[in-house]
């Protein structure tokens, strides 16, 4: 059994060799049945354990935490290990750090999804959030798409300024912004990576032509945007099912009759299927990709480190 810690996972996840591997991934048969979700304290802290599997290939299970409180001690929010077994012989293969290999996967899959969904003439990119995957989003996205600057947009400015000098640090022409509509008055690729519980993007602040990605919440209680954007978007999912059981943005404007189910055009597998036709309706339109994270990419971003060590 080998073991990756966190630099070793990073150096087998390049942004670009991790989307080309989802892309490719998610068009073979992969078994994910949704997550289960624990709260042991009785509050926001969170347990998810999301297993997946290739029938007598690979089998993973990821336990990953989510503890909200942590930023304000200078803790990860985000913390997990993964467990790759045989399924020839259900012996464990790999046990991994499920911290960077979630933050990649999850940056990955947004960018890949922005890859189809944005227009091809987008230049400007504006991360909202300044948390664990503020930088991971930006490298993602610039890595998939031809992006001339980044913005970063925080609650908090003096962080904001932070991940900007970060991103600037790896080489990115990137910039800190005070205001939220500012932000979003200059971006064609909005990447929202937040734990917020209350919208924070209003509808009217998002121009036409926009291609956002509501990559943070993940609960049925959490929503970055308000629902009404929604009934003016075209919308996406990365697992529709999933989207569509844990989605909080999706499942609030359904309650309240803005949307139905049916506005969910297609998951990330099928906007990425090989000669699948553009999904973006017009250079006017605006498109949502809402992701709540799902198994089947863990089990594709442990199998490309597992290969890469081999």
């Not at 979700?37 to 299970?61: K, Y």
């Not at 942590?70 to 293969?93: D, F, K, M």
């Not at 991360?127 to 610039?142: F, I, K, S, W, Y």
């Not at 929202?192 to 519980?197: G, L, M, R, W």
Request: with cysteine.
């Amino acid at each position: 059994m080998q073991l990756f810690d966190q630099a070793a996972v990073a150096r087998s996840l390049p942004y670009p060799t991790l989307i080309e591997a989802l892309a490719q991934g998610l068009q073979t048969p992969i078994e994910s049945p949704l997550r289960s979700h624990f709260e042991p304290n009785h509050d926001n802290s969170t347990v998810l354990l999301m297993p997946a599997w290739r029938p007598h290939q690979q089998a993973g299970v990821k336990l990953v935490t989510f503890w909200p409180g942590n930023g304000a001690q200078g803790l990860s929010t985000i913390a997990g290990v993964y467990v790759l077994l045989s399924c020839t012989n259900g012996l464990p293969l790999a046990v991994m750090d499920g911290t960077e290999l979630t933050l990649r996967r999850t940056a990955a899959a947004g960018a890949l999804a922005a890859r189809h969904l944005a227009r091809p003439d987008s230049q400007t990119l504006a991360v909202l959030g300044t948390g664990n995957l503020c930088l991971p989003m930006a490298l993602a996205h610039t890595s998939a798409l031809p992006l001339q600057r980044v913005l970063v947009w925080g609650r908090d400015a003096a962080k904001a300024q932070s991940a900007a000098q970060l991103m600037r640090d790896q080489g990115l022409n990137a910039e800190a912004v005070l205001q939220l509509p500012d932000a979003l008055a200059q971006a064609d690729v909005v990447c929202a990576a937040t734990a917020a519980a209350t919208p924070f993007v209003r509808a009217e602040w998002v121009r036409p032509g926009t291609h956002l990605g509501l990559m943070g919440a993940f609960t049925s209680q959490m929503a970055e945007a308000e629902p009404a954007l929604l009934a003016r978007a075209q919308v996406f999912a990365d697992l529709r099912a999933a989207v569509l059981e844990k989605g909080g943005e999706v499942l609030q404007a359904i309650q309240q009759g803005l949307i139905s189910e049916a506005a969910v055009q297609a998951d990330l597998a099928q906007i990425t299927a090989p000669g699948a036709v553009s999904w973006r309706r017009d250079a006017q339109a605006i498109t949502v990709f809402k992701s709540v994270g799902f198994a089947a990419l863990d089990l594709i971003a442990a199998e490309q480190v597992w290969r890469a060590q081999q």
